[in-house]
């Protein structure tokens, strides 16, 4: 059967449509502007958006596995549970769901409290589903790989119970597997929760560590009063953005993202490969 992708043209979305390709599984996008669809032709592609109704139903047709992420937005519960409605109206059981981890704890940042109600809806109307809940994206460093090279300080305040950042390469093959896995099983698999992180649980003190031996001169930690980095961030991003921003940051200090035992052994074993390393990625990042 033919499985879509949801947020097909987005850093996540775009490695999950390849890695489906990669293994000969039939696809379908949704999107807003096929123009910006650059897929493999094999590739299905369908107009329309998440609070599209007569769209979604168009892209619903002959499909039975749906992967779903949507946007950080103010409307992003509504697509959210439009989206899962319109799917179980036209027999869609089958979903992979990108949350975030820990979403049911921190209640007061509203794209981890938006997506926990997601998940509930999910678990609650008998979906076969596994939710993804990723650790803060290593890929978002590259915001602040200038401060970190020209400053020589690491911006983000992440404090000092550790982060087990987590590579965006990662994430949409394990989703890919898991998307293929569901979508030939021959009977609706029981709903299961699936905590996606790397391989080291990082302070902002040894993230300046890794960049300082990256770049090869001392790199500082910022501190973890989140004032600076929201004041900085408001220059370029919605104020409300920004806001989200500064109480995930909280979050980071008040609790980090710690993996839960067996979260690492769990993912190597699904990849069939070790995990991307901040190190590796700020290397990589280091050198472009």
Do not use: C
Request: glycine fraction near 6%; hydrophobic fraction near 45%.
């Amino acid at each position: 059967m033919t499985i879509l992708v949801t947020g097909a043209t987005g850093r996540v979305g775009q490695q999950v449509v390849n890695q489906l390709v990669k293994r000969n599984a039939n696809v379908r996008v949704l999107t807003r502007d096929p123009a910006k669809v650059t897929f493999d032709n094999s590739v299905e592609v369908a107009k329309g958006d998440l609070l599209d109704i007569n769209s979604l139903r168009q892209a619903f047709s002959g499909i039975r596995t749906l992967f779903l992420l949507n946007a950080v937005t103010g409307d992003e519960f509504t697509q959210a549970l439009i989206t899962l409605n319109i799917a179980r109206e036209e027999g869609i059981e089958r979903v992979v769901y990108l949350s975030v981890f820990d979403a049911d704890q921190a209640v007061n940042v509203p794209h981890f409290a938006v997506k926990y109600g997601a998940e509930r809806m999910l678990e609650a109307l008998g979906f076969s589903a596994i939710i993804l809940r990723p650790a803060y994206f290593i890929d978002n460093e590259v915001m602040v790989k200038d401060v970190i090279v020209n400053y020589h300080v690491y911006p983000m305040p992440i404090g000092s119970k550790g982060i087990a950042m987590v590579d965006v390469g990662d994430i949409a093959e394990v989703a890919a597997i898991e998307l293929i896995r569901r979508d030939q099983a021959s009977e609706k698999l029981p709903t299961e929760t699936l905590n996606l992180v790397g391989p080291d649980t990082l302070t902002g003190e040894k993230i300046a560590s890794i960049w300082s031996d990256v770049l090869g001169q001392p790199v500082n930690y910022g501190g973890d009063d989140p004032t600076e980095f929201e004041n900085n961030m408001a220059s370029f991003m919605p104020k409300w953005t920004v806001y989200e921003m500064r109480l995930m940051a909280e979050r980071y200090v008040s609790d980090g993202m710690v993996p839960k035992q067996g979260d690492v052994e769990r993912l190597t074993t699904i990849l069939g490969r070790p995990l991307k390393s901040y190190r590796d990625f700020a290397a990589n990042l280091a050198s472009n």
